[in-house]
């Protein structure tokens, strides 16, 4: 399935903090040799959290290197263009499975924080909303996992769990169809350096970032005021 990712450092940052207790879980519950379910569903889901990050723009930014020939091009995707949707293609290399990375542009010329298309796995998705489940189960009161025990204060336990929600619900955040194929039909017609998005996906666009903003940073005024200025 298709999702849109944003360029956005918030995410980025709240995405990239679940790795750390994802390997501490997952090194005491192998530390206690009990090869359980728990230890299972928290392997399973460092695995996905490993390909999706591959795929986030951030990442891709950051660790890829300018290997592609030829000068890129400006898209403007107002204009509309076939999108290809035909028969599936060899599986694709690391760097084929990357987001393209460019810069959004409002139709007046203001640039807007990018949102990317990304295609991340039913499975994939489906270990990390487990491994989710568990920590949010093993939260209630009178509930622990192994992995839990000599562990963390309860409180930074649940801070976690929080962070970790959020950025499933930002994964999980249906896209606004013309919005995504747009963004997709741009993306199709090769290597591009920026992106005019239409103005009659504007709206779309803002509504959907809106709902990113409050999913990431509601509940404290100020991070979410500094948050949503990304957007504005």
Wanted: proline fraction near 8%.
């Amino acid at each position: 399935m298709y999702v849109l990712v944003p360029d956005d450092p918030v995410f980025f940052a709240h995405f990239q903090s679940l790795e750390e207790p994802l390997l501490r879980r997952l090194y005491r519950l192998h530390s206690a040799g009990t090869h359980s379910h728990d230890e299972q569903v928290i392997a399973n889901a460092y695995d996905s959290w490993v390909q999706v990050l591959l795929k986030l723009p951030l990442w891709s930014r950051w660790n890829s290197t300018n290997s592609s020939s030829g000068s890129p091009d400006v898209a403007d995707i107002s204009e509309g263009s076939p999108n290809s949707q035909g028969g599936s293609a060899d599986p694709p290399s690391a760097s084929q499975s990357r987001p393209a990375l460019y810069t959004l542009y409002a139709a007046c010329g203001h640039q807007l924080t990018s949102l990317h298309p990304v295609e991340l796995t039913a499975a994939d998705l489906g270990h990390l909303t487990a491994c989710l489940d568990l920590f949010v189960e093993a939260n209630r009161p009178g509930r622990a996992m192994p992995s839990q025990t000599c562990a963390e204060p309860p409180d930074r336990e649940e801070g976690l769990t929080e962070v970790f929600r959020r950025v499933m619900e930002v994964l999980l955040l249906p896209p606004p169809y013309g919005l995504l194929g747009a963004l997709r039909d741009a993306e199709s017609r090769g290597p591009v350096v920026s992106v005019t998005l239409p103005e009659e996906h504007e709206a779309e666009y803002r509504h959907f970032c809106e709902e990113i903003v409050t999913i990431l940073s509601s509940g404290d005024t100020f991070a979410y005021r500094s948050h949503r200025a990304m957007y504005l």
